[in-house]
């Protein structure tokens, strides 16, 4: 593609950082570097606790085994979600339960989420898509009345908030991915917020294997041993020097997308007039981030022939997640609380268009073809 979906931006220090991440010669995890990014995150958020992961993937799995999902937990979630959503839960043998979206937002309908509450739930998953907050109020409201614990999926709204407050600090937990098709990107990579300070130190055996070897790094035992369940969940001091980088110009990457977010937002204003299309909508109470700008065509095959259009002109806009309630292992492992008509709809409907920084010296074309899209689609 000439003009591809997602090209990861670099800020232009990520090769001397890693080289000097290479002279200090600590290349595991927990360097100076993943210190760096973890002070960062915690002040970003005001999370009790920040941890590099090796993705957005193994944060979650984190979650579950931090919330000790058992066999037949239910973990209700949208099913308009990345697979690792409900993954994380089944390999510990929970079940997720798949509720309806909105209409607006394409977030989790909250007020399907009370009907979905059983004697076996454990945990409510929220998804911020599009770097779009779900009504957390509502959502901790209702968590807090059933003595749920709440796992942000926050892989895309790093930097992005509700009312002022930034995603990921709602829940008792929250994961972030570093994704190079993420706004603050490390090709791979992912981190677990801990906002509530009762599981910091388990948090922290967890990822280091099930041992208490980050206590003995601090000189708080004089050895380490295997005290808990865990993995090795975190990630090399390369990655963390790459990542860095990133983290250094956060503020300037999310004002660059936002401005390419809002240049499409006024420019496919007419098309929406014109009922051609629908345009992403934005609660009040949302700050965005720019991650994601999707439109909603009327139908799957209007929006296979709108995707087939932009990529004959070397555009590359490309549709999301397929319904994960319909998926053969959503069917196995999960079940649908009612009919997901929005998800199924959205899930039919929606083109994610080209967002990444550079993409203003080519925005004219993309828009222009755009346009010439959706004149194809309607015979003019």
């Given at each position: 593609?000439?003009?591809p979906?997602?090209?990861?931006?670099?800020?232009?220090?990520?090769?001397?950082y890693i080289?000097?991440?290479?002279?200090?010669?600590?290349?595991s995890g927990?360097?100076v570097?993943s210190?760096?990014?973890?002070?960062?995150?915690?002040?970003?958020?005001?999370?009790?606790?920040?941890?590099?992961?090796?993705?957005?993937?193994?944060a979650?799995e984190?979650a579950a085994l931090l919330?000790?999902?058992?066999?037949g937990d239910?973990?209700?979630?949208?099913a308009?979600?990345f697979?690792?959503?409900?993954?994380a839960?089944v390999?510990?043998?929970g079940?997720p339960?798949?509720v309806?979206?909105?209409?607006?937002?394409?977030n989790i309908?909250e007020?399907k989420?009370e009907?979905a509450i059983?004697d076996?739930?454990?945990?409510i998953?929220?998804?911020h898509?599009a770097?779009v907050?779900?009504?957390?109020d509502?959502?901790?409201a209702i968590a807090n009345?059933y003595?749920?614990?709440v796992?942000e999926?926050n892989a895309?709204?790093?930097?992005a908030?509700?009312?002022?407050?930034?995603?990921?600090s709602?829940?008792?937990?929250s994961a972030?991915?570093?994704h190079e098709?993420?706004?603050?990107?490390?090709?791979?990579g992912?981190?677990?917020?801990?906002?509530d300070?009762?599981?910091a130190?388990?948090a922290?055996?967890?990822?280091?294997?099930?041992?208490?070897?980050?206590?003995f790094?601090?000189g708080?035992v004089?050895?380490y041993?295997?005290?808990?369940?865990?993995?090795?969940?975190?990630?090399?001091?390369l990655?963390?020097?790459f990542?860095?980088a990133?983290?250094?110009h956060a503020?300037?990457?999310t004002?660059?997308r936002?401005?390419?977010?809002?240049?499409?937002?006024?420019?496919?204003e007419d098309?929406?007039?014109?009922?051609?299309?629908?345009?992403p909508?934005?609660?009040?109470?949302a700050?965005?981030?720019g991650?994601?700008?999707y439109?909603l065509?009327?139908?799957?095959?209007?929006r296979?022939r709108?995707?087939?259009?932009?990529?004959s002109?070397?555009?590359?806009?490309?549709f999301?997640?397929?319904p994960?309630q319909?998926?053969?292992?959503g069917r196995?492992?999960?079940?649908a609380?009612?009919?997901?008509?929005?998800?199924?709809s959205?899930?039919?409907?929606?083109?994610?268009?080209?967002?990444?920084?550079g993409l203003?010296e080519?925005m004219?074309?993309?828009?222009g073809e755009?346009?010439?899209?959706?004149?194809h689609?309607?015979?003019?």
């Amino acid at each position: 593609m000439k003009i591809p979906f997602n090209k990861p931006y670099l800020t232009g220090k990520e090769l001397e950082y890693i080289s000097e991440a290479h002279a200090l010669r600590h290349l595991s995890g927990d360097g100076v570097f993943s210190k760096r990014c973890h002070r960062w995150l915690e002040e970003q958020s005001g999370c009790q606790k920040a941890l590099l992961t090796h993705s957005c993937t193994t944060a979650l799995e984190m979650a579950a085994l931090l919330i000790d999902t058992q066999p037949g937990d239910e973990v209700i979630m949208p099913a308009f979600t990345f697979v690792s959503t409900a993954n994380a839960f089944v390999l510990r043998g929970g079940i997720p339960v798949f509720v309806d979206i909105r209409e607006d937002t394409l977030n989790i309908d909250e007020t399907k989420i009370e009907e979905a509450i059983t004697d076996k739930t454990r945990a409510i998953v929220v998804v911020h898509y599009a770097g779009v907050a779900c009504e957390m109020d509502i959502i901790m409201a209702i968590a807090n009345r059933y003595n749920l614990m709440v796992v942000e999926d926050n892989a895309q709204g790093i930097m992005a908030t509700y009312k002022g407050r930034p995603l990921g600090s709602f829940g008792q937990f929250s994961a972030l991915s570093f994704h190079e098709t993420k706004n603050l990107n490390s090709g791979e990579g992912g981190a677990l917020l801990i906002n509530d300070p009762r599981f910091a130190e388990r948090a922290e055996i967890i990822r280091e294997k099930g041992t208490n070897r980050s206590r003995f790094f601090r000189g708080e035992v004089d050895k380490y041993t295997w005290v808990d369940i865990g993995s090795s969940y975190l990630p090399s001091e390369l990655t963390a020097a790459f990542l860095w980088a990133q983290f250094e110009h956060a503020e300037e990457i999310t004002h660059r997308r936002l401005a390419l977010w809002h240049t499409y937002h006024t420019a496919l204003e007419d098309l929406e007039a014109e009922e051609i299309l629908r345009r992403p909508i934005i609660s009040e109470e949302a700050g965005i981030n720019g991650h994601i700008y999707y439109v909603l065509l009327p139908s799957i095959e209007e929006r296979t022939r709108f995707i087939d259009y932009l990529k004959s002109r070397d555009i590359g806009a490309v549709f999301h997640y397929l319904p994960l309630q319909d998926s053969p292992a959503g069917r196995l492992y999960g079940r649908a609380h009612g009919a997901l008509p929005v998800t199924c709809s959205t899930s039919d409907r929606l083109v994610r268009l080209p967002m990444w920084i550079g993409l203003e010296e080519v925005m004219d074309t993309v828009i222009g073809e755009i346009y010439n899209a959706v004149s194809h689609l309607r015979g003019r």
